[in-house]
């Protein structure tokens, strides 16, 4: 496949911050495989100091595949991988964890589960054993760090200030003392490590100094960070994104994100605009 003119500079596109706005059927995927070549094959630029970030497994491994199948080879030291992935592995390296300090879906429903049975809520057994309420229960905390709100001023939608608020404390406490990290864990203490030890962060920045996120419109507000944070001293981040896509507001997802990012980054902007995917009446029909 050809790339069309847009594509082209996307793919060129040397140094700084760029953000693509790719709707569907753009060739996004395809795009950032051969951005990655570009900075291989003409600027020259180690395989290992590229990073690529993306939100689910699947997707990462698609995309190693999709750029292995353009540069014609297997192997690579190009770093795919989720947020969570990445990050986890990165505290891995700097506090020595293990598949043990991570906490399951299974034992964070039961932690939860033991926490509010000692509550006023516990008489209910009936409510206890609804598996939207320990879900959304769940989804409350999650979207507590993901934003990072403090706890002492947050409102809860629907829980009561105090009593979710005690809820949350007596649940960080507990995994505290069990050694354990939770899936929203990864991105917090990846922040606050980052933000506490700049040496170690120096150690990251120089390890990746090009950074790609595909789906950029599903990033929420910790991830945005704490690529920042990786980013301001290079300012390579090639970001791919559609704000009309964001699948990922219940884990607190921010579309506005991809403003910040143009904003804070002063980000090139490139439009992918040609639909390759759909037939032309449907294009046509959608303008």
Known sequence: ????????EAVAHKEGPCMVLA?????????IAKRIEYLIMNYKVRPEEILVLTFTKYAAKSMKQRFAK???????????????GVYYGILKWAYKLTSANLLTEEERKNLLTGIVSKTDWGEDEELLREEDFLKNLSEEIGNVKNHRYNIETYEAKQYGENRFRDIYTAYEK????????????????CSLLFESR????????????YILVDEFQD??????CIV????ERHKNVF?????????????????????MFVREFAATQILLRTNYRSHQDIVEASL
Not at 219 to 224: A, E, L, P, T, V
Not at 228 to 231: E, Q
Not at 246 to 255: K, Q, T, V
Request: aromatic fraction near 10%; include cysteine; glycine fraction near 6%.
């Open 219 to 224: 990033i929420n507000y910790r991830q945005y």
């Open 174 to 189: 507990e995994k505290k003392r069990l050694h354990k990290l939770d899936f929203e864990d990864m991105l917090l203490e």
């Open 228 to 231: 920042r944070l990786l980013a």
């Open 1 to 8: 496949m050809q790339l069309n003119h847009a594509q082209k």
């Open 70 to 84: 353009v540069m014609k080879q297997q192997a690579s030291a190009v770093t795919f991988g989720t947020f969570h």
């Open 23 to 31: 709707g569907p059927g753009s060739g996004k995927t395809l795009t």
């Open 198 to 209: 700049p040496d170690i962060l120096a150690k990251w920045q120089k390890r990746f100094p």
């Open 239 to 259: 970001a791919v994104g559609d704000d009309d896509q964001a699948i990922y507001s219940f884990r607190g997802a921010r579309p506005a994100c991809m403003q």
